[in-house]
Every structure is written in C-alpha cells, then in structure tokens.
C-alpha cells in the first residue's frame, strides 16, 4: 500500500455510552483512536513478537471474544460481547453467535482438508469475520489482527495493514473495501493481494 495523507478527524465522539475514559470530557475522534491503538498494541505484542501456538491463539469461539477484549477492553465497555442490534454491516444480531461458530467449524474443516494455503485461508478468516461484524466497532481490527495472528501462527509474516490509514480519510481504503466486495462474491484474488503485503 502506498503512502497516503490522514485528515485529522478533529470531530468530537458523540456517542460516549460505554467508554472507559473520563467521560466529563469531550474526545475527538483522533484521540480515541489513539487510546484504542495503544490498548490495540497490548495484543500485537501478546500474540506477534513470538510465533503464538495453539494454546495462546486457538481460534474458538470463546478465544475470538477474548481478542477483541484485549484489543478494546481498556477503552470500551462493550469490548468483547456481541453486539446485540443491528448494524448497516454485518449479519442480523441474533445470528451472530452462529456465524461466529460457523467461522471456527469451518475454519477446522479447512485445516483438516488443507482447502486453501496459508494466505487465502487467513484472508477468508478476515473477510468472513468482518462480515458478520460481531462487535459494536472495532470489528475490522479485530478481523485484520486475527487474520495476522493466523498468518504468524503458520510461519508467515502478518500483513502490513497501515492501521490508521485504514481510517475514513484513507484513500486506499476504498481498495480495501472493493476486495471485501469481491470476496462477497467469492473472489478472494485482490484481498489475498493486499493481505500479502507483509511486514
Ligand atoms: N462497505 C463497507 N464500508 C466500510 N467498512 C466495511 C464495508 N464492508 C466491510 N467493511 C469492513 O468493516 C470495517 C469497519 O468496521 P468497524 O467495526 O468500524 O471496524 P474498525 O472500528 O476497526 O474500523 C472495515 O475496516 C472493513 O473491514
Ligand atoms: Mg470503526
């Protein structure tokens, strides 16, 4: 991914309802982010500085709340619980405990009869998981993160995502999101792509 400008999104968060922070105060949306990305760093050196085995990362159900946890636990209330109302993205609220177990089944199911390498394997975990959105916010983090944590997990590098150009501002983003779409249809070549794009 090239370089690109960010914006700086000085526009303050209205929605404040389960932030950890001190809420007598207002929080532009830069800062948030800010506070997020380092709780966010927390996890990157848990489950990235060393290659994380099975029993670190075991990619269940339970597991994959714990990370979004550990990723937005110091910030946000609602880190790690599924999102209980709808979204404009992501499956139907009452759906997304079964999709998320789905997600694990198959992801057993594909290991055991080696579908897809190492790389389309962690793209669909990414794109799957992104799709079904199971979190109030944080949800694309937390897919690119597992995503990573697969990739390292299976001996290759994670991928370079540029994290807070991934912002609404990002330009690349618009890329980003057009390889989700593909993948909607069951092309996974441009977010195999981008997800080869290591450190
Ligand atoms: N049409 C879309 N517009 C925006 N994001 C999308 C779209 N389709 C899928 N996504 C995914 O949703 C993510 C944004 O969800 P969100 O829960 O806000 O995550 P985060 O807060 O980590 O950015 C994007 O990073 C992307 O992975
Ligand atoms: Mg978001």
């Known amino acids: 991914m090239k370089d690109t400008t960010k914006i700086a999104d000085a526009t303050y968060v209205d929605d404040v309802s389960g932030l950890k922070l001190d809420t007598s105060k207002q929080y532009t949306m830069d800062e948030?982010?800010?506070y997020e990305a380092q709780n966010i760093?927390?996890?990157t050196l848990k489950y990235l500085?060393?290659?994380?085995d099975k029993k670190l990362a075991?990619?269940?159900l339970a597991w994959f709340l714990v990370l979004h946890q550990e990723m937005f636990g110091d910030v946000w209330e609602w880190a790690g619980k599924l999102r209980q109302v709808e979204l404009s993205i992501g499956v139907k609220a009452y759906m997304v405990s079964t999709q998320m177990q789905k997600l694990v089944d198959d992801l057993a199911y594909w290991e055991e009869h080696k579908s897809f390498d190492v790389i389309e394997t962690a793209s669909r975990?990414?794109?799957?998981?992104v799709q079904i959105h199971p979190f109030l916010n944080g949800n694309g983090r937390w897919s690119r993160m597992?995503?990573?944590?697969?990739?390292?997990q299976n001996g290759l590098q994670p991928t370079k995502w540029n994290e807070d150009l991934l912002s609404k501002t990002n330009l690349h983003r618009d890329d980003y999101i057009k390889a989700l779409k593909k993948a909607d249809s069951g092309d996974y070549s441009d977010l195999i792509a981008?997800?080869?794009?290591t450190l």
């Open 32 to 34: 948030i982010y800010f």
């Open 41 to 43: 760093t927390q996890a």
């Open 49 to 52: 500085s060393l290659t994380p």
């Open 58 to 60: 075991p990619f269940s």
């Open 125 to 129: 975990i990414h794109h799957r998981a």
């Open 146 to 152: 597992l995503a990573n944590i697969y990739l390292k």
């Open 194 to 197: 981008m997800q080869s794009h």
